[in-house]
């Protein structure tokens, strides 16, 4: 079923500041399709992971998952037409501009474009940061987890978990609903939460090889203190010890590293908060800011820690 979170697809009026912030601040690599309209922005050695189009109205974030090759695109397919979605073929303009084999696209419950395909292409060049980091994991992990506000939790889950073959990693009810799920070594490819408010898009985590370059990205932001969403910290559940950066559209880029992987004998866990330390979410209302400020004291008194485990990936220099 879906193997990875495979790349992002933008439709934004503000192109100009998604190439500076991609290219200066997460370290991207940007290809121009066609100047002032369209851009690919690639992290790997992949054709692409972002496409990026230039629109007059309001910005749209996409999805696109990989799956291993046609037979299970077409029962992908199947199974949402057979739910009542409503499954569009992706046409040759599509697929050439995302370098994939073949790709269908939906809407799902909140209205975000799905994009389902198979054969994502390397580049034929070598991947060139756009400022001097360690590169991404990415890989069999995917590009990153993707973390969305909906307002059809029920729907959401059953389109990840029942036709799409995710698994859930962990889950918490308090202070609302919210799943995580994998489908690879990743500990999670989406995370799905239930807050009551509209549907939008949380945010996109990449992972970088290199502690370093997550301080470095920090350092940058706090230039301009009102980009960071989510201040430094460590998440109780993928371990990445991250920050989150507000993008041109408003929502966020969380930029990452060293997360934990899962496996075949992975234990459902019931997670008792969203952070070990820090993740100050400074957009929240100053009561919730407390009340997760409460949580990380309760962790810190019980002394709840995680091991840093690095990989291969990450020891190169
Ligand atoms: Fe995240």
């Known amino acids: 079923m879906i193997q990875a979170l495979s790349y992002i697809v933008v439709e934004t009026p503000h192109l100009e500041s998604w190439i500076n912030q991609a290219r200066d601040h997460v370290g991207m690599q940007i290809e121009v399709v066609e100047p002032n309209q369209c851009v690919r922005l690639r992290v790997d050695e992949k ?26 695109l077409n029962k992908i397919s199947k199974m949402l037409k057979q739910e009542g979605y409503a499954v569009t073929e992706g046409s040759q303009q599509e697929l050439i501009l995302r370098g994939v084999d073949d790709m269908f696209f939906f809407y799902d419950p909140d209205g975000v474009r799905i994009e389902v395909c198979y054969g994502l292409a390397d580049a034929d060049s070598q991947f060139e940061s756009g400022r001097p980091i360690g590169g991404f994991r990415t890989g069999d992990m995917g590009l990153g ?4 506000i909906t307002e059809h939790f029920d729907k959401m889950s059953h389109l990840y978990r029942n036709i799409f ?48 370059d997550v301080g470095r990205a920090y350092d940058m932001a706090l230039i301009d203190p009102d980009s960071i ?14 920050f989150y950066l507000k993008n041109p559209d408003g929502w ?66």
């Not at 969403?229 to 991250?242: E, F, K, P, Q, Y």
Request: glycine share 8%.
């Open 47 to 72: 054709f692409q992971r972002f496409v990026i189009t230039k629109i007059d109205g309001k910005a749209t974030m996409g999805m696109g998952f990989e799956v291993a090759g046609k037979i299970e």
């Open 145 to 148: 987890h993707v973390a969305l």
């Open 165 to 212: 073959g995710l698994k859930l990693s962990d889950h918490t009810e308090v202070p609302f609903r919210v799943e995580f799920l994998h489908c690879n070594p990743r500990h999670h490819t989406i995370g799905i939460a239930h807050t009551g408010g509209p549907a939008k898009i949380y945010h996109l985590m990449l992972e970088y090889n290199d502690f370093d």
């Open 229 to 242: 969403g989510v201040t430094l910290g460590r998440h109780i559940n993928d371990h990445a010890i991250s």
């Open 252 to 317: 966020m880029i969380e930029l990452g590293w060293a997360t934990r992987t899962i496996d075949s004998d992975w234990k459902v866990e019931e997670l008792e908060g969203m952070s070990l330390w820090g993740h100050d979410r400074t957009w929240l209302p100053d009561n919730k800011r407390e009340e997760a400020r409460q949580i990380l004291k309760k962790l810190s008194k019980k002394g709840q820690r995680a091991p840093v485990i690095t990989t291969a990936q990450n020891s190169h220099n």
